[in-house]
């Protein structure tokens, strides 16, 4: 009888009752008549058969038996196909047994089945196709079991339902798990009470009071996608026509490679070049559909190139003065005020900083910023809908510059505080609150929030030879990505709830110095500049965990 207190726990009166009758019919009918085919362990009437301590379920019960229960047997599991020998029962039980696992299509051929309990067994795994082909089922119990969680659609297909129990379980109520509280929300049947044993956010909660909503079950990651047989110093993705591009400045090859999307092999192949020398940036700009190219160089001087369209070709059409920007490092550009700009960072003793502004012929230098530093990073970003250029640079503060609409000119409005060494800063923002991202080679770089007046620090992050720390942003998906030169890049995401970054993943990106972000097709490409190794193109790719 296995044990009675346990199992009783797990059946409904009535369930209790139809098996005592039955186990008492056989017993009793059992031993008066004998049926011909009643297997070894089982005791048999003309429609029940009870068997105990057997090793494996047995083939040959008498032809009209209708309800089969096993206690305390012997078998592992529950295989495939075990009861299509008796096609016609309505009731199978199983009690105190010590199986753990019930197979794919363990129950075929049994289109009558009305009654399936499988209570106070060890069943730890069921197959997501066990219960397939129980069209007619009305009552399943695993109550009593080990399962902690069930596969996804188990109970497709079984639309007789009105009863399951799964009460006696450890169920972990996480994503993989999702389905069932879907599944509860528009099923016919009903469920028992049941508690989640995990994971630490649900624990104790009934699994009822649950949604679909309860579960945050979509992550997201970079995978590999292409990886490009050069080394990278700069990468911009950029819009010219509708065509989507991205150029990368190669140093040792000495060129700006433009790279397009081919919607049919679904790759970048090779678009143009500009022929250079020591390329350091190459910043595509586009004004009054023009394209220009502004490509800074260690040697030799910066250009700037426009594209020919009717010939196909980028034709220099400008060099920038070599006495301000000598050694340049980088290069933002903007609109304000209806006007285009861009400004090249020089981190040389000697030249300056300098913003050039474009007058429908050319480029003119409009104002030089900051003399005898040697700035590393220039970013331009709005801070209370305010134009402001955030200058770094080696052994001083980041400063920060607002522009003065009457003056037309940048002034220098302040320095962020505590932040010496700082090689570039990026900002972000996260619901209309202004973030930047302060990297640093060695030591802590950090993410820091604007307050209103200032700049206040939110989190630091380890730094191991960093030259980037780039924000992301894709969708609602926030990233701060960290470069490393002696380890792996790490992807910190966005934790709304904590306000914070959290570690996402790591990529394996030799020497990265820049990232960008391109959209072609409804997908998201980021784009990872390698000084040496190659230069990798990963794809975001969103994960659902209830699948
Ligand atoms: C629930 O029952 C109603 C009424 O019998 C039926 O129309 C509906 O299809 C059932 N829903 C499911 C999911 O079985
Ligand atoms: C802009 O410059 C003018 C003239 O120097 C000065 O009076 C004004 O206060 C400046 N505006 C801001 C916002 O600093």
Redesign the pocket.
Known sequence: MGQPDRAGRGWRGWTVLLWVAAVTLVLAEGRRVRQPRCPAGCTCTKDNALCENVRSVPHTFPPDVVSLSFVKSGFNEITGGSFVHTPALQLLLFTANSFDLIDEDAFLGLPHLEYLFIENNKIASISPYAFRGLKALIHLSLAYNNLETLPKDVFKGM?ALTKVDLRGNNLICDCKLKWLVEWMH???ATLDQIYCSGPPIHQGKKINDLLPHSFDCITAEFASYQSLKFESISVEAFTFGKDQYVVFAQPFAGTCSFLEWDHVEMTFRTYDTIESTSTVVCKPMVIDNLLFVIVAQLFGGSHIYKRDTSANKFIKIQDIDILKIRKPNDIETFMTDGESFFVIADSSKAGSTTVYKWNGNGFYSHQSLHPWYRDTDVEYLEISNKPHLILSSSSQRPVVYQWNRSQKQFERRTDIPEMEDVFSVKHFRVKGELFICLTRFIGDSKVMRWDGAMFKEVQTFPSRGSMVFQPVSIGNWQYAILGSDYSLTQVYQWDTKRGQFVSSQELNIQAPRAFSLVSIDDREFLLASSFKGKTQIYEHLMIDLSN
Request: charged fraction near 25%; hydrophobic fraction near 0%.
């Open positions: 639309d528009h099923t016919n």
